[in-house]
């Protein structure tokens, strides 16, 4: 019995063996590829088995798949957003599926679901079929990014480089080596206006990245893009209502590694007074007590922060019929920075041993967004574009040397609002189309009580204890656009169209001295006469200085007008076309001293360009493009103001001419595959009476002063390759930029200071900037991440006034790492750390012989180490929700 028994199970163990490995054996790989009706791979659609829904995968980056299939002529079920799914029978172990886009019924009109640019295959497409040189990040590449600021994202991508803020966040982009006067941000397509008091550029770091759908740096605009981008210009696109419902939710927090070792400070700036005594009392006559300043907003504390915060909801649909699209988005962000700042050396001034800053800053960033598109049939439709920005910054600065401590407390709340109608309408079966644009904007800053408070080692300083500001500004815009696009054939476009924009400016400032109440016979000395700010007895100079220059009025009307034709064949694309600018420019001083009040620039300009492309292969081509450009004098360099420095006068110049230069690009492109690219460009720039400051003599004084200075050089090249395989993508790029500008500088010979001149490059251009990101996707477990590395070289970061005294900033690498897990039911986890490497700012002097009788300085591969600055990594974790 037992025998038979143990015979019994030997065969069922047999048997179930042979059974399995049957099935093993009939299990085999199924490869293949998912791609759109235009042959263009798909990434990440979903792969299913009928009669097996539990084999699935999903494609990778580059459009592949693989399902282990233990089923004889097993039947796919492919599945994709913006797509129809798709059944299809497999005969064989290599498939490749066709996904059509899906079509949207708008009442009783059927139309297709347009490219946006928001996934990669997207954003090259755009790319590839674009009419001039334009780079562009879609917002799946930005959301894997771990970057949350716009400002940050953009210096990811080709030629471009940022200048940094204070706490080490990116601030403003550098294209090609040109300054961020020399280039102007749209968003969607429109120019904004800017907060600054002085300037035109806007900060990009008032944008959170997760409310693009593409982010576009435009190399060559063209003839209906606004002229003043000698640079480029940067268009931030807003997300679209979707054709499919949608809802997005993202929730993460942080935290900055700078505050694991020390406390963060921050001052009670809810009791600021936000008007000055002269704004409360509206006379320049007015003599100011001690009992018209609170010293509330003095109080400090220092503490560890709390943790990062941040919110962002995104929901989109469409109602009607599907004629009305709704795309609402939020963001909320309140984020703790800082910078430990050693400074070694002062360029101007006296020297007392290092000087140690500690800045903390605490970030609060609202952006709201509201796209509305309604489509009365195929050949009109209305959009409406509503967006809100707020930043508010709330900063100290605690530095200290052997003999001196100074304390800022700083306030500043940026705004930028804007509102645009479009409306697009087709006549003549499609062949004219009419496309009309109407805009209101506004940005505002304030910097209310913005107080330095000086002490000599610890006591309050007897004189000049403390100086506290006013200041805010505004900057609003009205304007229209009209285009008219008329179609001969299917191988001619003719465009036509103009804008008027008219912006008025108004800017106020008003400072105010103190000095100590005790005066000199009783010094109010740290721990004993006064422990925090508040407590400090300070009394106030009779007057403020409302006449400074800074209070004035500013106006500005731009008309333009373009022509522009297209021509398509099927080797051959060309785009040529002139702009003429007309640019009204004016301003009125608000309590002017001993100048003219009121000041008035008017000029036209002739703008002409062409980009002509040709088609090597069907995804290899060569671009040639021209285009002329300017660049307008900011509203504050043609205010005749004087300003005493310690060294030398400042004043502006009404006489300033405006910048105007000749732009070549010459590119190479190639797509391998719909997400693929190789580009190599080179770029030269003549700009013709640059606008940099420079010295001037005038009898016995010396002014330092915005100038023209002939004509300087900008040229370079560019290399940008992506590439994908099924679980791995690398992107890199390198840009290479020499320019070269000739001003005045002072020297001292023997005792004698005289004039020179000297050669240097652009300020803010870096000759070498490298960027290297590697990306990894793994579709069946949800897994993705991106190790981004950057590289910018030495660049020049301030520009002194003495020859061979300039500050240089030097070449650095930071390294920064994201990564995310999906899970099914539509959650998302992530994680970001930025500058991994916790990378320093270094900045030096070059040495020669105006640095050897220096002897008591830090030294930097011999060269005077002027400051050298850390921010610290931070972390951020956090989960998204996607319906």
């Not at 699209?325 to 002062?346: E, F, H, I, P």
């Not at 106006?555 to 002139?578: F, Q, V």
């Not at 390198?734 to 070269?740: G, I, L, R, W």
Request: net charge neutral.
């Amino acid at each position: 019995m037992k025998i038979a028994s143990h015979r019994v199970r030997r065969a069922i163990v047999l048997t179930f063996l042979s059974s399995y490995s049957i099935l093993i054996a009939d299990a085999q790989p199924i490869k293949g590829t998912v791609n759109d009706s235009s042959n263009e791979p798909i990434i990440g659609a979903t792969i299913k088995v009928k009669q097996k829904p539990s084999l699935a995968a999903v494609t990778g980056l580059d459009g592949s798949f693989t399902i282990d299939c233990d089923i004889k002529n097993p039947i796919f079920i492919c599945s994709y957003i913006g797509c129809k799914t798709v059944e299809q029978e497999v005969t064989s172990d290599d498939v490749v599926i066709t996904l059509p886009e899906e079509a949207v019924v708008l009442g009783e009109v059927t139309i297709t679901a347009m490219n946006t640019g928001n996934g990669e295959i997207g954003a090259r497409t755009l790319e590839r079929t674009a009419p001039n040189v334009i780079n562009i990040m879609s917002a799946a590449a930005i959301d894997l990014s771990p970057d949350v600021t716009v400002a940050n994202v953009i210096q990811r991508m080709s030629g471009v480089t940022v200048e940094r803020n204070g706490t080490g966040e990116g601030q403003y982009a550098i294209l090609r080596g040109m300054d961020k006067r020399f280039n102007y941000t749209l968003v969607n397509g429109v120019k904004i206006p800017s907060p600054d008091n002085k300037n035109r550029f806007v900060p990009l770091d008032m944008f959170p990245s997760e409310m693009l759908d593409r982010l576009e740096v435009i190399k060559s605009p063209t003839a209906n893009l606004e002229g003043d981008g000698i640079g480029g210009a940067v268009n931030l696109v807003m997300k679209d209502a979707p054709y499919n419902r949608q809802l997005n939710i993202n929730l993460s927090t942080g935290y900055n590694a700078l505050f694991f070792n020390r406390d963060f400070q921050s001052f009670n700036y809810g009791a600021i007074v936000s008007k000055s005594p002269f704004e409360r009392n509206t006379s320049a006559d007015y003599s100011v007590t001690s009992a018209d300043f609170s010293s509330d907003n003095f109080r400090t504390k220092s503490r560890r922060p709390l943790p990062d915060f941040n919110l962002g909801i995104c929901y989109g649909d469409r109602f009607f019929d599907n004629r009305f699209g709704v795309m609402l988005s939020g963001t909320w962000q309140n984020v703790a920075r800082g910078k430990d700042s050693d400074l070694y050396y002062k360029v101007s001034g006296n020297n007392y041993g290092i000087e140690h800053r500690l800045f903390s800053e605490q970030v609060h960033r609202l952006g709201l967004h509201s796209k509305l598109d309604y489509h009365f049939n195929m050949d009109n439709n209305l959009q409406l574009y509503l967006g809100y920005m707020d930043m508010i910054t709330s900063q100290v600065r605690d530095a200290r040397d052997d003999k001196t401590w100074t304390m800022r407390m700083r306030y500043n709340r940026q705004r930028i609002m804007t509102a645009n109608l479009n409306g697009e309408h087709k006549l003549l079966d499609g062949a004219l189309k009419i496309n009309w644009r109407g805009v209101a904007s506004k940005a505002t800053s304030i910097t209310p009580d913005n107080a330095l408070i000086t002490m000599q080692g610890t006591h309050v300083s007897t004189s000049g204890a403390a100086t506290r500001r006013w200041e805010h500004n505004s900057d609003r815009d009205f304007a229209g656009y009209a285009d008219l696009q008329y179609s001969l054939n299917n191988d001619w476009l003719i465009i036509a169209g103009g804008m008027y924009r008219d912006k008025q400016r108004t800017s106020f400032f008003n400072e105010y001295t103190f000095d100590s109440a005790t005066g000199p016979e009783h010094v109010q000395v740290y721990g004993v006469d006064w422990t925090d700010f508040d407590q400090i007895e300070m009394v106030p100079r009779e007057y403020g200085n409302i006449g400074d220059p800074l209070n004035y009025d500013a106006t500005e009307r731009i008309g333009a007008a373009y022509l522009m034709a297209k021509y398509n064949s099927r080797y051959w694309e060309a785009n040529a076309g002139a702009r003429m600018e007309h640019t009204d420019q004016g301003y009125v001083l608000k309590y002017p001293r001993d100048v003219d009040p009121e000041g008035r620039q008017k000029y036209y300009d002739f703008l002409p360009s062409f980009n002509v492309k040709y088609a090597l292969q069907e995804r290899m081509s060569l671009r040639l493009s021209y285009y002329a450009a300017i660049n307008r004098p900011s509203f504050f360099e043609i205010v005749p103001y004087s300003i005493i420095n310690e060294e030398y006068k400042e004043k502006g110049n009404p006489d300033l001419k405006h910048t105007r230069s000749h732009n070549v690009d010459l590119r190479y492109e190639y797509f391998p595959r719909a997400s693929e690219q190789i580009m190599i460009g080179l770029f030269y720039k003549n700009i013709i009476d640059p606008i940099e400051y420079g010295l001037l003599n005038e009898g016995q004084d010396t002014y330092y002063m915005p100038m023209n200075f002939g004509d300087a050089n900008n040229y370079g090249v560019e290399i940008d390759i992506t590439k994908y395989f099924n679980w791995i993508g690398f992107k890199a790029n390198y840009t290479y930029t020499h320019s070269a500008i000739t001003t005045t500088k002072r020297n001292m010979v023997g005792n004698e200071i005289v004039t020179v001149e000297q050669t240097r490059p652009l300020y803010g251009q870096a000759a070498h900037v490298a960027n290297l990101s590697i990306l990894l996707k793994d579709t069946h477990y949800g897994w993705s991440g991106q190790i981004a590395g950057g590289y910018t070289g030495k660049r020049l970061a301030n520009i002194s006034n003495w020859l061979d005294n300039d500050v240089w900033e030097a070449g650095s690498f930071r390294l920064d790492l994201s990564f995310e897990k999906k899970f099914n039911c539509g959650l998302c986890a992530f994680a970001k750390i930025g500058n991994l490497l916790n990378t320093p700012t270094i900045r030096y002097i070059h040495k020669g012989p105006h640095t050897d009788g220096v002897t008591d300085a830090e030294r930097y591969h011999g060269n005077i180490l002027e400051r050298k600055e850390r921010h610290g990594q931070s972390f951020t974790i956090g989960l998204k929700y996607t319906l």
